[in-house]
């Protein structure tokens, strides 16, 4: 069978179920992608060609049995490279960790797998998942699909990469401070960061754990919920979501926009007013005069902790990788201590808001992609940093296009409300 791409998982499920298509075809065909995109997108640090082919067959005989693992069974995947594989290397896309190859799977790893997943392979990043920009000087530039002079966002950038030119159905990422919805907003895709310790972060290289989460990249939201379902066992996602109460946040939703950025923003919560939500304004101080140096002061003393033992031979790390290492070096565990009962009270604060609403709407990022060659700016997080300080999950979503580049709409829930947002990310994008 000549494989259309794109497909969704779903679509791709019945035809591996009815005998139209197998699972080793449906990988075959990823790999021709990779093959011929990846040179020019660079998204994959790894590609586990022969694994993926052999699991492919597996899962194949297996169906063969009637025997179903569900939904993922025999569904080609990515993994984001500081993800423990075991007997695969896991670089964090640092140049020290080029030969590291763990013994055992990470947590996510062994659910997906369960759950009848195939790994491609094993996806580019920046340096420790250290920035936003998805550039890596040890394992080259990862590609915006859009515009390859562009940012893809980080640090999943090869996951997003990779989702957005269909070299997969779906894959996983992380996000301490954006790494799944800077790169969903800059490379047009669908990404869920869940509830913060709600997915198990065992084997994931740490670079904050008071904020890492394990999150879905995918085209549809449908294909993230099937993930989610994998993942976590929730499958309440199809219920109806008419008749949520979604706020907008007075001085913040808007504030320091593009323009562009701003008209789809405004157009996607028209279309959800019209579709039977109930948008209301509200205010709350702390998003309006959110700062982000509580948040660094956790990150990087927790950053510098992770990477202790490497430290001293600090030649080995990028530029923003010593960076932050330095600055976490100065922050006292008294400093640390501190920002952490900050952060707690900040915390019930901001929780008030979901006594008035069912989920607040913002932008993802205030622009499109910048140039790769663009300096950073923290400015490109300031939708997202609250709701990762918060620990509460977000989902980015596309919702139009500014110069040939997509622009993300966040949609953020409380603790545990995963189903909640899934349901009106979907509902806005039918």
Known sequence: ?????????????????????????????????????????????????????ATAAMLDAELTTLKDRGRLHGIPIVIKDNIDTAGIRTTVGAENFSDRVPSTDATIMQQLQAAGAVILGKTNLTEFAADISGRNQFYGDIRNVWNHDCSPGGSS?????????????????????????????????????????????????PRSPSFDTVGIMANTVEDVAIFWEAMNGDTIYPVSANGSRLGVVQNYTYRGVDAAVAKAIYGAISHLRELGFEVVTIESSFLEHFHSAIYFQIAQYEFYQALQQYAANHEVFGAK??????????????????????RRQQIAEFKQLFTQVDAILTPTTPTVAPLM??????????????????????????CGWSDGLPIGLQIIGNHFAEAVILRIAATCLT
């Not at 179920?17 to 020019?40: D, M």
């Not at 997202?384 to 918060?390: D, Q």
Request: aromatic share 6%; hydrophobic share 40%.
């Open 157 to 205: 950038s090869g996951t997003a990469t990779a989702v957005a030119a269909h070299l997969c159905l779906g894959g996983i990422g992380t996000d301490t401070g954006g790494s799944i919805r800077v790169p969903a907003s800059w490379s047009g895709v669908v990404g869920l960061r869940p509830t913060h310790g709600l997915v198990s972060t065992q084997g994931v290289f």
């Open 1 to 53: 069978m000549q494989l259309q791409t794109p497909l969704t998982i779903t679509e791709v499920g019945q035809q591996i179920r009815s005998g139209v298509l197998t699972s080793e075809n449906l990988v075959k065909h990823y790999l021709e992608r990779i093959k011929n995109l990846n040179p020019t997108l660079n998204a994959f640090i790894t590609v586990t060609e022969q694994q993926a082919m």
């Open 321 to 342: 990788v010593r960076s932050d290492l330095l600055q976490g070096m100065n922050i006292s565990a008294t400093t640390y201590a501190q920002a952490q009962d900050i």
């Open 373 to 398: 060659t663009a300096p950073a700016s923290e400015l490109n997080r300031r939708f997202i940093l609250p709701f990762s300080f918060a620990g509460v999950p977000s989902i980015s979503i596309p």
